[in-house]
T-cell receptor
């Protein structure tokens, strides 16, 4: 299975500030996905990050609020901009298992916005 | 887009009994249906999956069934154990692209 790491693992932020979350994979992958999991809720896809092109955002998520970078095939960042308490969630990246439809999840970044 | 519904939201069973969790999906193009288990404070872990060309798949105490016509798939856990207690999520996707998750089922196995 792919080894996926995320930084930071958790953070407490003030409203109005921004936080950039990093996702690092130990192998090259074409697509990386970013999810949000609000407290006690399911996982909601934010966007798909493809290397060399702009991210594709799901309905309800916009680039100005969640800019994404994908500089190479093993790394991506998600920024949560101009944060409010409603952004308090766990943010997870995921990547497909090579040659399959299965996805592996990173450990998540637990964000609390005060 | 795809819409996945999951029931029940909570489920309590006695140790040794069976547990069944059901999901429905809306997009007939979806062809891959994984199930994830998420323990408290941990990342979701894949426990079993099924593709649309298969009606049933089993892995020891866990099985998944799929009814493409009804757009319905279910997770079956037999001989439940306390360590099966977790939140379970179903998901649907098309050719392994983005996953759309159900709302989750919190399973408690009572010793």
């Amino acid at each position: 299975s792919a080894v996926i790491s995320q930084k930071p693992s958790r953070d407490i932020c003030q409203r109005g500030t921004s936080l950039t979350i990093q996702c690092q994979v130990d192998s090259q992958v074409t697509m990386m996905f970013w999810y949000r999991q609000q407290p006690g809720q399911s996982l909601t896809l934010i966007a798909t990050a493809n290397q060399g092109s702009e991210a594709t955002y799901e309905s309800g998520f916009v680039i100005d609020k969640f800019p994404i970078s994908r500089p190479n095939l093993t790394f991506s960042t998600l920024t949560v901009s101009n944060m409010s308490p409603e952004d308090s969630s766990i943010y997870l990246c995921s990547v497909p298992k090579q040659g399959t439809e299965t996805q592996y999840f990173g450990p998540g970044t637990r964000l609390l916005v005060l | 887009g795809e819409n996945v519904e999951q029931h029940p939201s909570t489920l309590s069973v006695q140790e040794g009994d069976s547990a069944v969790i059901k999901c429905t999906y809306s997009d007939s193009a979806s062809n891959y249906f994984p199930w994830y288990k998420q323990e408290l404070g941990k990342r979701p872990q894949l426990i079993i999956d099924i593709r649309s060309n298969v009606g049933e798949k089993k892995d020891q105490r866990i099985a998944v069934t799929l009814n493409k016509t009804a757009k319905h798939f279910s997770l079956h856990i037999t001989e439940t154990q306390p360590e099966d207690s977790a939140v379970y999520f179903c998901a649907a996707s098309f050719t392994g692209n983005q996953f759309y998750f159900g709302t989750g089922t919190s399973l408690t196995v009572i010793p």
